[in-house]
T-cell receptor, first 116, second 110 residues
Framework: DVKVTQSSRYLVKRTGEKVFLECVQD?????MFWYRQDPGLGLRLIYF???????EKGDIPEGYSVSREKKERFSLILESASTNQTSMYLC???????????????FGPGTRLTVL | RKEVEQDPGPFNVPEGATVAFNCTYS??????FFWYRQDCRKEPKLLMS???SGNEDGRFTAQLNRASQYISLLIRDSKLSDSATYLC???????????FGRGTSLIVHP
């Protein structure tokens, strides 16, 4: 079974703090993603990475950065947390599609971040 | 126009009912299609892929209509445990990035 783990289930931070969210996958997937999910807005892509040290902005990258130094690990960084970054953060991974591989995404359990 | 649109619901149905959801997509280059299920406060999980010929998995049937650019999910004999949000996901050919609908909420009551 594919396993995607996230460093924390719940996190409470103060405005202005630097926040690190870690994600690790154990299936050697090339692609990794960070989303945030808010009521009524669905899943919104923050950043994704298709290889080590490669990253691309998603739909809402402002206020976030990412790091992928190893294939299995993708970190999301909030440089200076703000109250509007209170949300559920979901990490996902997927293989690169091939003849015998579908591009199904596998999600971690999520981190519910509250910024006070 | 949103790329992937779903009726948010909620669909409120009794146990044993048959319920169907549709999802429309705007990009005709879309090549792969999925339904995910998300329980309250949990992560989305793949329910089923959607193939051109349609596919069935127990009580669940997924269909693709390329001409009208929509996919559907049919749930027969609804169970209380089917209560969840169902997310439609579409991948454009050559892209690593799936596009998610906002989800349809299903509530199955006794």
């Amino acid at each position: 079974d594919v396993k995607v783990t996230q460093s924390s289930r719940y996190l409470v931070k103060r405005t202005g703090e630097k926040v690190f969210l870690e994600c690790v996958q154990d299936m050697d997937h090339e692609n990794m993603f960070w989303y945030r999910q808010d009521p009524g807005l669905g899943l919104r892509l923050i950043y994704f990475s298709y290889d080590v040290k490669m990253k691309e902005k998603g739909d809402i990258p402002e206020g976030y950065s990412v790091s992928r130094e190893k294939k299995e690990r993708f970190s999301l960084i909030l440089e200076s947390a703000s109250t509007n970054q209170t949300s559920m953060y979901l990490c996902a991974s997927s293989p690169t599609p091939g003849r015998d591989i579908t591009d199904t995404q596998y999600f971690g359990p999520g981190t519910r971040l509250t910024v006070l | 126009r949103k790329e992937v649109e779903q009726d948010p619901g909620p669909f409120n149905v009794p146990e044993g009912a048959t319920v169907a959801f549709n999802c429309t997509y705007s990009n005709s280059a879309s090549q792969s299609f999925f339904w995910y299920r998300q329980d309250c406060r949990k992560e989305p999980k793949l329910l089923m892929s959607v193939y051109s010929s349609g596919n069935e998995d127990g009580r669940f049937t997924a269909q693709l209509n390329r001409a009208s650019q929509y996919i559907s999910l049919l749930i027969r004999d609804s169970k209380l445990s089917d209560s969840a949000t169902y997310l439609c996901v579409v991948n454009i050919g050559g892209s690593y990035i799936p596009t998610f609908g906002r989800g349809t909420s299903l509530i199955v009551h006794p």
